[in-house]
């Protein structure tokens, strides 16, 4: 008699009990600003300057004091006498009564001047003379010394993924190494012995039954994108012994190790008795689709997570629960990505009890339209969406609906 399948856990309650095995990781590593794009902050980022460091032009042209500017000079009127030319990286001295600063982006406002004329409002004349010919008001194209950053600001915290930008903020505040925390070691690989790896056996020339190997290769490239360190173990032999050792010496030198395919409830495969002999594991059915299938379990001091072997069930379930849960261990503090409400330009007919997330592409009306088949083995969809529409369960669509999109830039890296 078959024992009886345990109840669907929901999506939140699954990712809640997951992260709850993530402890972060506690090793913290010294990185190259240069070098550190991806990584995440063990440390607070505070700043011992301001930025800028003085007041500053913001545009190439005069700098001048408002008092001798209050009307826009004529050819009958008085003009400013151009007593010094300051460059950025310079600096000038104070500006006298009735005399202006040629001055360029990024120079410090000379002592006394209060206004910066961009040169296009600005006639040259001969003999060191300016003519000024809009009216400045006070503060006009300076920036203020600490607009960007004050001293002692916080201007990036722990637990902070850094960007592109995030590396030029703590560049402009002189960090040339940042504190960041250890690359999470992720042991990767699969098992089944109708597995091909491409490039072995020529499409004409495949067995009844084989099938390549794509599992490896976007759950490999997942992982590289959010900062870990991979070893991709191949393709282990299907027998328990060959499987039990595999996991053995995975586990000595990762912090995870990963793999997909074979945790199906019933389902006959070596990982599952394999993970048990040397550690602990438990089978989810989680209300998902695609995904249903996940394991998480212990191998000695390694977490072990077991993917659904569907690519396309592989590949969302990674993005929903894997991600999180290697950004944790890395410290992040936000941890799943935010939707966005847009319209369907499609309908979807067939309410499930599962919750369902959707391929879909953004098109030029600003909508969503829906890959036709939405099959858990058809990774083509993924490719050709841009995201999933996050669709609750029992729960249909009709064009024009509202949903809840997350672009794959939210959760692809």
Not at 143 to 153: F, K, S, Y
Not at 163 to 189: D, E, H, K, Q
Not at 375 to 388: E, H, I, P, R
Request: glycine share 10%.
């Amino acid at each position: 008699m078959n024992a009886p399948r345990p109840p669907l856990k929901s999506l939140d309650d699954a990712l809640a009990e997951l992260l709850g095995f993530a402890a972060v990781l506690a090793d913290v590593e010294s990185v190259s600003t240069f070098d550190a794009d991806g990584r995440v902050l063990a440390q607070d980022v505070m700043s011992a300057l301001h930025v800028p460091p003085q007041d500053n032009s913001a545009m190439d042209g005069y700098a001048v004091r408002c008092a001798d500017v209050l009307q826009a000079q004529t050819q009958t009127q008085g003009v400013l006498s151009v007593t010094q030319r300051i460059a950025a990286g310079s600096s000038g001295d104070a500006l006298a009564p009735m005399s202006a600063a040629r001055i360029f982006t990024g120079a410090p406002i000379p002592s006394g001047a209060d206004a910066v004329v961009m040169q296009e409002d600005c006639d040259v004349l001969e003999g060191g003379a300016v003519r000024i010919k809009a009216v400045p008001a006070p503060g006009q194209w300076i920036r203020r010394a600490g607009e960007d950053v004050t001293l002692g600001a916080t201007v990036l915290s722990k637990g902070d993924r850094l960007t592109p930008a995030a590396l030029g903020l703590a560049a402009s505040i002189g960090m040339n190494l940042l504190p960041v925390a250890r690359r999470p070691r992720v042991a990767l690989f699969s098992t089944g012995d109708e597995l091909v790896m491409p490039g072995e056996v020529a499409p004409g020339q495949m067995k009844p039954g084989s099938i390549y190997n794509s599992n490896r290769f976007f759950l490999r490239a997942l992982l590289l994108r959010l900062g870990c360190e991979v070893s991709d173990l191949g393709i282990v032999p299907d027998r328990l012994d060959a499987t039990v050792a595999a996991l053995q010496g995975a586990a000595e030198q990762h912090d995870l190790i990963l793999t997909s395919g074979g945790v199906s409830v019933g389902e006959e495969d070596h990982i599952k008795p394999a993970v048990q002999s040397l550690g602990s594991l438990d089978l989810w059915q989680i209300a998902i689709k695609p995904g249903k299938p996940f394991a998480y379990g212990r191998v000695q001091d390694a977490h072990f997570i077991g993917l659904p072997g569907n690519p396309v069930s592989s590949f969302v379930t990674f993005l929903l629960l894997v991600r999180p849960f290697l950004l944790k261990l890395q410290g992040v503090t936000v941890v799943t990505p935010e939707s966005i409400a847009m319209t369907a330009h499609f309908t979807w007919a067939r309410a499930d009890k599962r919750r369902e997330f959707l391929r879909v592409r953004r098109n030029a009306a600003g909508g969503l339209d829906l890959f036709a088949n939405q099959s858990a083995g058809v990774l083509t969809s993924a490719v050709w969406g841009d995201g999933l529409v996050d669709n609750p369960s029992g729960q249909t669509i009709q064009q024009g609906d509202v949903v809840r999109f997350i672009p794959f830039t939210e959760v692809l890296g």
